[in-house]
């Protein structure tokens, strides 16, 4: 499958996750969610604002969240029915783990084969 079709997977996921409650939207959700443990994968819109992608960094250097840079501001809204988001938190296992997959799979053949989300990469500051 093309990177092109994975993106627009990751987006419907984005979309079927939102409908079964299983995002937090925003920079102050996700922080909140990152501080209870209730976040299993961080979404950083490309274009986020410095200062406010520095905000969910700083929590994601402590634990063993994955994140991924991934769409614009105003394609995250709009993937989940609603204004620019800097930050998505998944916050259901299987959501992530196919978010995870679709998003590594788009970035070409160096991105391995999906692991589980357990063994992924996180964080590394």
């Not at 819109?45 to 840079?69: F, N, S, T, Y």
């Amino acid at each position: 499958m093309s990177p092109r079709n994975r993106r627009a997977d990751a987006l419907r996921i984005l979309g079927l996750a939102r409908r079964a409650g299983a995002l937090l939207l925003g920079t102050g959700a996700v922080r909140t969610g990152l501080r209870e443990g209730q976040v299993e994968l961080v979404l950083l819109a490309e274009d986020a604002a410095p200062a406010q992608a520095d905000k969910i960094e700083r929590l994601l250097r402590h634990g063993e969240v994955p994140v991924r840079h991934f769409g614009r501001r105003a394609e995250l809204g709009a993937a989940v029915g609603g204004p620019p988001y800097t930050a998505v938190g998944v916050t259901q296992d299987g959501f992530a783990v196919r978010l995870l997959r679709e998003l590594d799979e788009s970035a070409g053949p160096h991105a391995g084969e999906p692991r589980a989300l357990e063994d992924d990469q996180t964080y590394a500051g």
